[in-house]
């Protein structure tokens, strides 16, 4: 998805910013980097200036804006400007472009991950089943489809009984 | 080729139309009958602000005359704007703002479905994005109005009585302005016979099953299109305007 097809210098460049970019993190889920949610898109150094595409989540997400200036900054700051950041909506983001490792980070944080099952579910008319992230009981029930934020809903765990967050198929 | 002025007002009458429900929606921020649906309807202000922008950015765009997105937004008068009548009907109460979700959203679920394979890519693109918000925002209403409707007396009566009093304003939302037929000829925009068709299927279909009575009047509002408004819309945008006028170039 990250182009590094380039000569050598500028191919160290982008491979250092994908290292910076591992540091950066969502501002409402700390623990997933911008990587991890697959919100970056591409990144191209065009005579000497280094494109950063990212796509918005939701396309209201109040995150988004943060997002952009924490990518620039940090970038900038590991001396790796100049810097241009473009916002693209084609093709819209999908939590498939979470990453293994952002689904394992969210569930140690206590958020079930987006569930491919919930989709073929929907499809077929079903009720989703969504494991509680703590005791991995799928005898859950979901309290809102709207949660904390746009990216997730709110559910509750019938075994153990602690509500939990459910990062939405999307 | 589609002339330019038709695309610019096409994105008016849904940039407004998404404006104008996102304000009304987000008057419900702490006053919602129950913390979670006090944030689903928060949550479904901010997904419509987030539409709103990108098809005001386009707008402004296509017009090329210097008027950045937050001056379409926020400083045209009450006849500029062209949302649908039925976004700056007040909330009124729970059943009201639910109803007036579920008729914008199964509009919407259609003509976006329709519009991400528009000839106009841009569109077609913040169509496909909007789409999946609005999938999402048709399930939570049609699930609320079959929960009232087919729910206590009292909900069952309240529901009933906002879809007899919002059915006026849903008939303009077929009534095809100039611009929708001109993109319309050029096959940007699909057909809006065909889109009442399948807005009465689902109406039909969920009020059924919320053993909701669709009303019999026939007679229906128009006007938001060309600007002509109800005294609603004018105290919202004072409101909403405030800041900008306040305080000309405001930024975050
Ligand atoms: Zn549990």
Redesign the interface.
């Known amino acids: 998805m990250i182009e590094t097809h380039y000569n050598s210098e500028t191919k160290q460049r982008i491979e250092r910013a994908i290292q910076v970019l591992e540091t950066v993190s969502d501002p409402e889920i700390p623990v997933l980097s911008v990587l991890d949610l697959g919100v970056i898109r591409q990144m191209k150094i065009v005579n000497q200036l280094l494109h950063v595409d990212i796509t918005?989540t939701?396309?209201?997400?109040?995150a988004m804006k943060v997002i952009e200036l924490s990518v620039e900054a940090a970038l900038l700051e590991a001396g790796l400007g100049p810097v241009q950041i473009h916002t693209v909506?084609?093709?819209?983001w999908t939590t498939d472009w979470i990453s293994e490792e952002g689904q394992r980070k969210l569930r140690e944080y206590g958020i079930a991950p987006p569930n491919t099952a919930e989709r073929i579910a929907r499809l077929k008319g079903d009720a989703p089943r969504i494991a509680c992230p703590r005791c991995g009981s799928e005898d859950t029930v979901c309290?809102?489809?709207?949660?904390?934020t746009?990216c997730k809903a709110?559910y509750k765990c019938k075994s153990c009984l602690e509500p939990f967050d459910y990062f939405?198929c999307? | 080729m589609i002339p330019k002025d038709h695309l610019f007002d096409f994105m008016l009458i849904h940039a407004d139309t998404s404006l104008i429900i996102s304000q009304r929606l987000s008057e419900w921020c702490g006053h919602g009958p129950v913390l979670?649906?006090d944030?689903?309807m928060t949550?479904?202000?901010?997904?419509?602000?987030?539409?709103a922008?990108?098809l005001y950015q386009y707008a402004s765009e296509l017009e090329n005359a210097g008027r950045s997105e937050d001056e379409l937004a926020f400083l045209r008068d009450e006849l500029d704007y062209k949302n649908l009548l039925l976004a700056e009907y007040p909330n009124t109460d729970f059943a009201f703002t639910v109803t007036r979700q579920f008729f914008l959203d199964a509009f919407y679920i259609d003509l976006l479905d329709k519009l991400s394979g528009s000839a106009d890519s841009r569109l077609a693109?913040?169509a496909?994005?909007?789409l999946?918000?609005t999938q999402?925002h048709y399930?939570?209403s049609s699930?609320w109005m079959i929960r009232l409707g087919d729910g206590t007396e009292i909900s069952h009566e309240k529901v009933q009585n906002a879809v007899d009093r919002l059915w006026e304003y849903t008939g303009e939302i077929f009534q095809p302005a100039e611009c929708e037929l001109g993109m319309m000829e050029a096959g940007v925009a699909p057909s809006y016979e065909e889109l009442s068709d399948s807005w009465h299927q689902r109406v039909n279909s969920v009020l059924a099953e919320a053993t909701l009575k669709k009303p019999q009047s026939t007679w229906q509002q128009k006007g938001g299109k060309t600007g002509h408004h109800t005294e609603h819309l004018g105290y919202l945008l004072a409101e909403m305007q405030y800041m900008q006028r306040a305080y000309p170039g405001l930024d975050w």
Not at chain 1, 58 to 62: A, D, E, I, L, R
Not at chain 1, 89 to 92: E, Y
Not at chain 2, 43 to 51: Q, V, W, Y
């Open positions: 918005p939701y396309s209201g997400c109040p909506i084609d093709p819209a309290v809102s489809e709207f949660g904390s746009a709110f939405k999307h | 979670e649906q944030m689903a949550n479904l202000a901010l997904d419509h602000i987030g539409r922008r990108l693109h913040i496909n994005k909007s999946k918000e999402y399930k939570w699930d």
